[in-house]
Nanobody
Framework: QLQLVEFGGGLVQAGGSLRLSCGAS????????MAWFRQQPGKEREFVAG????????HYSDSVKGRFTISGDNAKTTVYLQMNSLKPEDTAVYYC????????????????????WGQGTQVTVSS
């Protein structure tokens, strides 16, 4: 069964940077869209950024556009989320996810479009 594993969360001061990684045990994910979501206590999981490997198309939420960058390795086994200029409101558990079939050429923003999830990694930004 396909599993995702995330790395890279932690504690950082406001204005700092972190990079999250997400991999699927060496499997090539070239037919998928991979996305990052985040969830704060008491709130719904929200879309952060995604990339469709087939087209290289990326999409970001307005709240992170210009500060976060999603990318992947050439083998298409790992996706990264570079987070710069972090704010206290970015504090959340971050999850990576793979979209469910049929895989589209766009980046879905609804969590219901994704059916494989990582375990989550905590990101805490202090003010």
């Amino acid at each position: 069964q396909l599993q995702l594993v995330e790395f890279g969360g932690g504690l950082v001061q406001a204005g700092g940077s972190l990079r999250l990684s997400c991999g699927a045990s060496g499997r090539t994910l070239s037919s998928y869209t991979m996305a990052w979501f985040r969830q704060q206590p008491g709130k719904e999981r929200e879309f952060v950024a995604g990339v469709t490997w087939a087209t290289g198309r990326t999409h970001y939420s307005d709240s992170v556009k210009g500060r976060f960058t999603i990318s992947g390795d050439n083998a298409k086994t790992t996706v990264y989320l570079q987070m710069n200029s972090l704010k206290p409101e970015d504090t959340a558990v971050y999850y990576c996810a793979l979209d469910r079939p049929p895989h589209t050429l766009s980046v879905p923003v609804s969590s219901y479009s994704y059916d494989v999830w990582g375990q989550g990694t905590q990101v805490t930004v202090s003010s």
